[in-house]
């Protein structure tokens, strides 16, 4: 076989990168919020304060609110996920072959932006709430204090769990009926399911010591993408191999600390 590859072969390789990526390599990108496409080294995230409306007397002048504007930063990191595959091999280089490749390089990549995305939530100033076991009353307390810090009510609410937590979870009546949580039940976690105010997902990657659990609100965590997935396959003389990569640069940073709060067992 040629020392090359067909130009076919690589353009499906880096599109099945993406595509694994998206199904199954990032459970946590769809919790955040995204921007792509960022030039440099460091992104900001904007957070405004909170506004108070006052009266005004008759041809009076209004009174500005004042907002507060503050800003978080975060920096991007540069990840690469690279497999050489000897010439000798090169008769296993079949579509079968390829496709194996691609979703262990999107997974690597993937695992990498979620670990950056816990890391994140770890370094929040957030609430915390202890507890051994993920009850109903330990997810009602977790709320009460979101609500209390005005986190919106809304589906854009997310709980990031262990399995442990799942397995909690599903003692709870009301978390596996269907009268209460709809079609999508908690069973295997990876499928956000809607139930109690948060969208579910079930994280078996490494938490904080004594963490089993993070609920956020969705446009609390930033995600920046300076290159999205990217992938090449190219000749290596001095390997006598073709080197398979794939690469991105992305960080994470919670904008809102207010809207975390961090589930610990001890």
């Known amino acids: ?17 993406k595509a694994a990526y998206q199904r199954e390599g990032s459970l946590l990108r769809q ?14 995230f904007p957070l405004l304060g909170k506004g108070i409306a006052t009266d005004k007397a008759r041809h009076a002048d209004v009174v500005p609110m004042n907002l507060e504007h503050t800003r978080k930063y975060v920096d991007l990191v540069d990840k690469y996920a690279p497999e050489y595959i000897d010439d000798l091999d090169t008769f296993k280089i079949n579509w079968d072959l390829r496709a194996d490749y691609a979703r262990a390089s999107a997974w690597a990549l993937g695992r990498q932006t979620d670990q950056q995305i816990i890391d994140a939530l770890d370094a929040a100033d957030g609430e915390t709430v202890t507890n051994a ?17 005005d986190v919106p009510q809304d589906a854009n609410r997310f709980a990031v769990i262990t399995p442990s937590g799942l397995t909690d979870l599903l003692q709870i009546t009301g978390a596996t009926s269907s009268d209460f949580v709809g079609s999508q039940l908690l069973t295997t976690g990876r499928e956000p399911a809607f139930w109690l105010g948060y969208k579910w997902i079930v994280y078996t990657g490494t938490m904080p010591t004594d963490t089993a659990g993070f609920f956020f609100h969705q446009p609390s965590v930033g995600l920046a993408i300076g290159k999205d997935i990217h992938s090449q396959i190219d000749w290596i003389a ?24 961090e589930w610990k067992t001890a």
């Not at 919790?31 to 992104?43: D, F, L, N, P, W």
């Not at 076991?133 to 209390?148: A, F, G, M, P, Y």
């Not at 690469?247 to 809207?259: E, L, P, R, T, Y």
């Open 1 to 17: 076989m040629a020392i090359s590859v067909t130009t076919a072969f690589v353009q499906q390789y880096a599109a099945e990168v």
């Open 31 to 44: 919790a955040v919020r995204v921007r792509s496409g960022v030039i440099g080294e460091r992104v900001y």
């Open 133 to 149: 076991t993920l009850d109903l009353e330990t997810v009602l307390e977790i709320s009460e204090k979101q609500n209390e810090n």
């Open 238 to 261: 001095q390997k006598v191999a073709h080197l398979v990569n794939s690469w991105m640069s992305m960080g994470a940073v919670v904008i809102d600390d207010d809207a975390i709060v």
